[in-house]
């Protein structure tokens, strides 16, 4: 992996300057804006022999590769070659655990503990939340009789109640007071919490708090009651739903085998609840026909087809249709079943009103 590059924050100066001399003798210091000058007259450069040499085209500045060396762990001193290129050394990352590489984020560590007790009315544990957005009190002793009120604050004088949650029960209320032992954990953005016997009884009161950079949502949100409305939908009263939604809304409509050819007529069923939104109808026989769904909206005096399925010998047909029409008694739905050219020597016959 290479080496990141190495930046400057802008509070760095330089210790040293360089400077080269004007056209009048006068020292010039280098800078962004005067940086150091580049002339077109010739220059030349001192050959092995002492000789000089103009640089040109066909006389460029020579490049000599020196021999470079590094010492090794023993104290010698090892040439670089290819085949012994300089080392490179990787040192361990910082300890702790709020960094990313060796760049730390807030130099807080996840998951510390602060312990407390107290025999009377006072601060058990107190600690700045600065890099952490919650954590949890767990109470080791509750004394007897005693109440631990939870707080926190933003300047470190003025405490509101802080919410808890017991999280060693399955179910549980937020609460700012405890009064037995257990976990209590919350999560805040102020800077400072505590736990503090409000109320004492008898006996010793300990808490140890653990504070967690990403704590998990432990607070939740809760409708109050009420017929307030949300949105644009308005829930006013209670609703209450006894036993199961498709109660009484099944029919068996026959199970009598039909001649060649002969046709079964249901019973025109009315649909007596609103949260009923389909009509269903199943069939087996042994012989083939033609199974029908038909819907009345005159209270029966007339019926039209609306759904159909043929049934080849030793199967089956289902229908379903979305019911339509009014919720009275004028609105009807049955099932009607037409038999083919042979006897039958089984025949069932079902329907039923459902929810969905």
């Keep these: 992996m290479s080496n990141p590059e190495v930046t ?8 040293s300057a360089l400077a080269y001399a004007g056209p009048d003798g006068a020292a010039e210091v280098v800078a962004v804006d005067k940086p150091l000058p580049v002339t077109a007259g010739a220059t030349a450069f001192a050959l092995p022999d002492g000789s000089l040499r103009t640089v040109s085209s066909s006389s460029p500045l020579p490049v000599v590769t020196g021999p470079t060396a590094f010492a090794l762990p023993d104290g010698s001193v090892q040439s670089v070659a290819n085949a012994s290129p300089l080392p490179v050394v990787c040192a361990p990352l910082p300890t702790g ?3 990313i590489g060796n760049v730390f984020i807030d130099d807080v560590p996840d998951g510390p503990v602060v312990s407390g007790s107290v025999t009377a009315a006072a601060i058990i544990v107190s600690s700045a939340l600065t890099g952490y957005a919650g954590g949890a009190f767990q109470v080791l002793s509750s004394g007897s009789g005693c109440t631990i009120t939870y707080e926190h604050s933003v300047d470190g004088t003025t405490w509101l109640a802080l919410p808890v949650l017991v999280s060693n029960i399955a179910t549980g209320t937020p609460s700012a ?3 037995s032992n ?3 954990s ?3 953005s102020a800077a400072f919490v505590r736990a503090r016997v409000s109320v004492y009884g008898s006996g010793t009161v300990s808490v140890a708090l653990v504070l967690k950079r990403r704590p998990l949502n432990v607070i939740g949100t809760s409708l109050a009651g009420g017929n307030a409305a949300i ?14 939604v498709n109660t009484n809304t099944g029919y068996t409509d026959s199970t009598a085998t039909l001649a060649s050819l002969a046709t079964f007529t249901g019973t025109g069923r009315a649909n007596s ?11 087996f026989a042994d012989a083939g026909g033609t199974l029908f769904i038909e819907q009345s909206l005159d209270t029966g005096a007339t019926y039209q087809p609306i759904a159909s399925a043929p049934l080849v010998a030793g199967g089956a047909a289902q229908l379903s249709v979305r019911v339509a029409g009014a919720y009275t008694a004028a609105t009807l739905y049955r099932v009607r079943y037409v038999n083919g050219a042979l006897a039958q020597g089984m025949f069932r016959l079902s329907s039923a009103y459902s929810a969905r």
């Design 97 to 99: 655990s709020a960094h």
């Design 177 to 179: 007071t405890s009064t």
């Design 273 to 283: 609840s609103a949260q009923n939104c389909f009509f269903n109808a199943t069939a």
């Design 186 to 188: 919350f999560g805040s």
């Design 231 to 244: 949105g644009t939908v308005g829930v006013t009263g209670t609703v209450t739903v006894s036993g199961t």
């Design 8 to 15: 400057f924050p802008a509070r760095y100066t330089p210790v």
């Design 182 to 184: 257990g976990i209590y």
